[in-house]
């Protein structure tokens, strides 16, 4: 079975080989990077432990709750005008490619699809158990949706319309049929208001005991911000009027800073505690938000894991034995 490929490999020019050696190599070394990618994160889901809202620590966390809506406007997603806690969406053209080949008399069409518009939402959304309320910004997570859906139609649909999700795939399934065509394609993911979540990131708490408050860094930090603004400055700490800051009045300046300090951290002392949770500042920890259990997750991933090795073996014994081929010739 093997036979009619080597012969080709062995006719085959060596442009073409190279090509085909640089696509197994690409193969291979994404492979390889899906193994680590995708097991570690199957081992930092297993390993780390679930945590309640209420007493979780301040860094890394994994968290379960109910996905709820912030008061104030709703999160509406553009294609279906459904509310919800997050969505994408993308709307694609289809647009066709006419070639004419060597008989005239007949021409090549080629299809792909276009993006026309596209968005992800970045609004924040609670997060909730028994124990308390945490705050949710999803952008940049890994998100698995309640709901995802892909449909056709011939027309782009104009999202200032949209009235709900039924109405809009009625809108296209409708003109695909007038029309006969389907040159248009809607794609749109949800996470459902009420949804079962698991997250995985960074928890931080604002205001309350558990702050953590770094004096020294927001006196540095207060005072660069009014170093910007010499004549507020000089405006209030130049008693002189010399027109500069002198080592006496500059010692003003680093004492005031220090009682603003002072007073907002004591305002922030008595303020309601309010627990975020985003994006790890660490790139190597995953930040996933997910209908899915964590159980299932950690499956998912460790079934990548394996494809990669699949990958991985398969591009490289190819690779090596293309090699062994033409060097023998």
């Known amino acids: 079975m093997l036979e009619p490929i080597r012969q080709q490999i062995i006719l085959a020019d060596s442009v073409g080989i190279i090509i085909f050696l640089v696509i197994l190599a690409i193969i291979c070394m994404a492979s390889l990077y899906a ?7 199957s ?19 994994e968290l379960e709750g109910e996905g709820r809506l912030m008061q104030g406007m709703p999160i509406i997603s553009p294609l279906s005008n459904m509310q919800c806690l997050w969505y994408s969406y993308s709307i694609e053209r289809k647009v066709s490619e006419h070639n004419i080949g060597h008989d005239t008399n007949h021409a090549l069409t080629k299809s792909h699809w276009e993006k026309v518009d596209s968005g992800v939402s970045d609004n924040l959304f609670l997060l909730a158990d ?3 309320i945490c705050v949710v910004d999803p952008e940049e997570a890994t998100i698995t949706p ?22 809009i795939m009625a809108l296209s399934k409708s003109s695909s049929r007038f029309f006969g065509n389907n040159n248009y394609k809607y794609t749109e993911k949800r996470i459902n208001v009420g949804a079962d ?7 931080k708490s604002i205001g309350g005991r558990r702050e953590k408050l770094d004096k020294s860094g ?3 930090d207060l005072l660069a911000k009014w170093k910007t603004r010499p004549e507020f400055l000089l405006a209030r700490f130049d008693e002189n009027g010399d027109g500069e800051i002198d080592m006496q009045e500059w010692q003003k300046v680093m004492t005031s800073a220090e009682q603003e ?3 907002s951290f004591t305002e922030r002392l008595v303020q309601p505690e309010i627990h975020t949770l985003s994006k790890p500042i660490d790139s190597r920890r995953p930040f996933i938000i997910s209908v899915e259990s ?14 990669g090795m699949v990958g991985f073996f398969l591009s490289g014994v190819t690779f090596v034995w293309v090699i062994g081929i033409r060097l023998s010739q």
């Open 146 to 167: 309640s709901f995802s859906k892909t449909w056709y139609g011939s027309r782009e649909l104009s999202l200032s319309n949209a009235n709900s999700a039924d109405a």
């Open 197 to 203: 979540l698991y997250v995985l990131g960074r928890f």
């Open 261 to 263: 300090v002072e007073k």
């Open 43 to 61: 081992r930092v889901i297993d390993d780390t432990p679930t945590s309640k809202i209420r007493s979780a620590h301040q860094g890394f966390v």
């Open 294 to 307: 964590q159980e299932t997750i950690s499956n998912k991933y460790r079934w990548y894991s394996r494809s």
């Open 130 to 132: 028994e124990t308390g």
């Open 35 to 41: 193994i680590f990618r995708y097991f570690h994160r």
């Open 218 to 220: 927001e006196v540095r």
